[in-house]
């Protein structure tokens, strides 16, 4: 009896160390698989915008100045208001030139009278010539008096029209309807014509031109798309464009291009471009600074991705995407421009592939995910 107590305490021991370790076994169950978000990518038609700066300018400009010499009388019009075409806005001192429209009235008068003499003697001449009384040449010579007595008057007629004319000009009219500026002389200024001495400005400010550039190689760009047929683009005067104000806030109104310059500046390396503006509210300045969103064309099959799935590094950008195992897939792409939060793809991804969102941080290639809501990025970012 004595022998066997060992052996059974050395089967208990092995029997309670075997169900312990079993126990231990049990306790640890698998890992469960990281949850994430995914987005469908999934290609679809996008509108291209480029955003530029750009620099608003009147819609047209003219500079008002003198056409005669004379001393400023007064101003006719109100400084920084809306003026009418052919509104009276400076008089000059028409003295001198009322007493030169005399001196042209009384020298065509003078020519005329001249003409009357002349024509009696080539009719009284014309019996005589016929009779014998008078030679030829005495008949030649009356008639060349007509004519010189005739042209006599053309000048003076002439003359008198320029006079007439310098007259006008001391009433200094708008040559178009729009804001007049400051005026840039005084009343008793002397002012010239041969010196051309600038009165004011007038700029019309409805519509207005916004002007701004592009880069050779970007217009570069858009014609190979076009030809490869991954952009579509309207006409020029259907290209439509917004503006963001200095402030940030969006212009309520919307214009369309009506200028492309087919030549690319040497100093700057850029092609000028210019849109057209209404602008009812004189909310636009000339010599104001805007942002121009233009929208360049359509993509018919462009591919969305949203910033935040793209991982950049030094190599480049890629992103992680769940295979049809449902594994993490690493996956390089080729991006574009980043606008509202999208990257668009270039290259990369063919569409339909399941792209993490969500999670990033808890997953690595090759482990297997378990994917808690997809949808396509479409619906994200349209």
Known sequence: MRASLPCISLSCVLAASCGGAGEQSGSAPP??????????ASPGPEVDVVEVPGRV??????EVRARVDGIVERRLYEEGSDVVEGQELFQIDPREMRAAVSAAEANLQR???????????VERYEGLVADQAISAQEYDAA????RTAEADVAQASAELERARLDLSFTTVTAPIAGRAGRAQVTEGALVSASGATLLTRIEQLDPVYVNFSA???????VRREIAEGTLEVAALDQIRVTLELEDGTPYRHEGFLD?????????TGTAALRAEFPNPDTVLLPGQFVRARVEVGVRPDALLIPQRAVQLTREGASVLVVGDDGVVVPRPVELAELRGGFWRVRGGLDGGERVIVEGLQRVQPGQPVEIVEAGPVAELAR
Do not use: K
């Not at 020519?111 to 003697?121: H, L, W």
């Not at 008639?143 to 007509?146: D, E, I, K, S």
């Not at 200028?259 to 100093?267: C, E």
């Open 215 to 221: 880069s050779s190689a970007a217009l570069l760009q």
């Open 111 to 121: 020519a005329q009278t001249a003409v009357e003499n002349a024509r009696r003697d």
């Open 143 to 146: 008639v060349a008096r007509l």
């Open 57 to 62: 300018q009147a819609y047209r400009t003219a």
């Open 31 to 40: 890992m469960a698989a990281p949850q994430v978000q995914v987005v469908v």
């Open 259 to 267: 200028f492309l310059d087919m030549s690319i500046d040497q100093a």
